[in-house]
């Protein structure tokens, strides 16, 4: 499975985003959808994640509520729609696919990763 993130870009505070994850095989639609960032100079963090088996989803403290997780199998997409930006969301994000259908709040259980897209939250 092959992943690319796009969307990112730079926005003020208080506005929205959505980013895409699109992937290369139908493979895509059995496995689970996360979101991950890492702003500058802080360790990868879980955003949100969408199990392929029920559809729970699972979303950080931090995010909760302003952020959505979604995907579209026909599309072989997932999406991440951010609303109510702050500066304090400003990182790059990377879309992951994961073979499990739960725990998936943690990196080491996701296989593939898409390269990062840039968000950027001006105050």
């Known amino acids: 499975v092959q992943l690319q993130a796009s969307g990112g870009g730079l926005v003020q505070a208080g506005n929205s985003l959505r980013l895409s994850c699109a992937a290369s095989g139908r493979a895509f639609t059995v496995y689970s959808a996360g979101w991950f960032r890492q702003a500058p100079g802080k360790e990868r963090e879980f955003v949100a994640a969408?199990?392929?088996?029920?559809?729970?989803?699972y979303y950080s403290n931090s995010v909760k509520g302003r952020f959505t997780i979604s995907r579209d199998n026909a599309k072989i997409t997932a999406f991440l729609e951010m609303n109510s930006l702050s500066p304090e969301d400003t990182a790059v994000y990377y879309c992951?696919?994961?073979?499990?259908?739960?725990?998936?709040?943690?990196?080491?259980?996701?296989?593939?990763w898409g390269r990062g897209t840039l968000v950027t939250v001006s105050s």
């Open positions: 969408l199990s392929y088996r029920d559809r729970r989803t």
């Open positions: 992951a696919a994961s073979p499990y259908a739960n725990d998936l709040t943690a990196a080491r259980r996701y296989d593939y």
